[in-house]
């Protein structure tokens, strides 16, 4: 005869069969699975033991439904394309899980519609929404208003737009420290290569960029719009400009919006050939950027304290706005000095 206290395979263990085992109430059972309740030791001993032995999980859905709270973010990406997208999804869904959240990736490119996105986000009554994407549709906020009262946070751009949390980077000053890297090797003739329009969202990185050398008598010789964050595209946007424009009449330096662009930017140097040389500065601190084949210059943004700045968010509702900015760093490397990709060493070793 099987043992009466062995488990049913055939069906899922539940906290009633918990409290039953441990001899205590299916409440005090919820309490023991949720955060910061009140229970006695003595019943949280017996609750956990009786757990084990019975292979219990909480319902995490079941739970949502009682609170009225899924658990679950959206996290609202649209260039996969863009190489500090994955690391900036590792970041944020490391510090979610450790919070106990669940997330739904929504993939909003151009060949995914966001209404359907948010649609299905909505279905599952998503307790937050972090955009981390490059360009915030209008329409896209109306609707997050329209279908829920739930946080919106754009994370690595700005917005003045009423109803969002702001969590960013202090990219103004980024671009004002990467103007005054260029001065100081001496350049005159600056460049800057822009992603995609950025609709409801800006950059101020460019903006820093422009008034440093405003505060030194120069301006902006060059705007590249490479149209997308992709390496391919940094690569064609600088190779084009390379072929239509005069050595006498190329820019000395250019900074790119960021690090995927600046990367494809080298890679055009490199095979352009004929002596070429453009310091060339990225932005976001990819791991690929410290390669030795790159040895990239680039600003690096505080990841980790954004992050969880943007999950703090979540427990604000949807009406509140609010702006975090955080200083990040300038990583020395080799390609913003002349001559600096062939030959000597960086000035720092990371």
């Given amino acids: 005869m099987a043992n009466k206290d062995s488990k049913d395979n055939s069906r899922k263990v539940t906290a009633s069969d918990v409290a039953a085992r441990a001899g205590v109430s299916k409440w005090t059972v919820s309490r023991a699975f949720t955060a910061g309740a009140y229970i006695s030791p003595a019943s949280m001993k017996l609750v956990m033991k009786a757990a084990q032995e019975l292979g219990y999980r909480p319902n995490l859905l079941a739970r949502s439904l009682t ?20 690391q900036v999804l590792g970041e944020v869904t490391r510090q979610l899980q450790r919070k ?16 359907p996105a948010l649609l299905l986000a909505d279905q599952f ?63 005159r003739r600056m460049g800057y290569m822009a992603g995609p329009p950025s609709g409801s969202t800006r950059l101020e990185r460019v903006v820093g960029f422009k008034a440093a050398l405003e505060r030194n008598g120069l301006g902006l010789d060059l705007l590249l719009e490479a149209g997308a964050y992709q390496q391919q595209r940094g690569y064609e ?21 960021n690090d995927s662009l600046a990367i494809g930017a080298l890679d055009a140097l490199r095979n352009w050939g004929q002596g070429v040389e453009i310091a060339i500065v990225g932005f976001d601190g990819i791991e690929l950027a410290g390669y030795s084949s790159y040895n990239l210059t680039t600003y690096r943004p505080p990841i980790e304290q954004l992050a969880g700045e943007a999950i ?8 509140e706005e ?3 900015i955080a200083p990040g760093q300038l990583v020395l490397r080799k390609s913003h000095l002349k001559g600096g990709r062939q030959t000597g060493k ?3 070793h990371l």
Wanted: charge should be negative.
């Fill in 322 to 324: 609010s702006r975090f």
């Fill in 237 to 257: 946007t600088l190779t084009d400009y390379l072929k239509t424009t005069a050595n006498t009449d190329r820019v000395d330096a250019i900074f790119c919006e």
């Fill in 346 to 348: 960086p000035p720092y």
């Fill in 67 to 86: 609170k009225k709270r899924s658990g679950i973010v959206g996290l609202v990406v649209d260039e996969f394309s863009n190489h500090n997208i994955l």
């Fill in 312 to 319: 703090g968010k979540l427990d604000s509702g949807g009406e």
């Fill in 125 to 187: 009554q998503v307790d937050g929404v972090i955009f981390l994407g490059a360009v915030l549709p209008d329409e896209f906020v109306h609707l997050i208003k329209e279908i829920r009262h739930i946080p919106l946070i754009v994370l690595y751009r700005d917005s003045s737009m009423p109803g969002i949390h702001v969590v960013n980077a202090d990219d103004f000053r980024a671009g004002e420290e990467i103007a005054e890297l260029f001065l100081h090797q001496g350049y």
């Fill in 100 to 115: 106990g959240y669940s997330t739904m990736l929504l993939n909003i490119n151009v060949d995914h519609s966001y209404e």
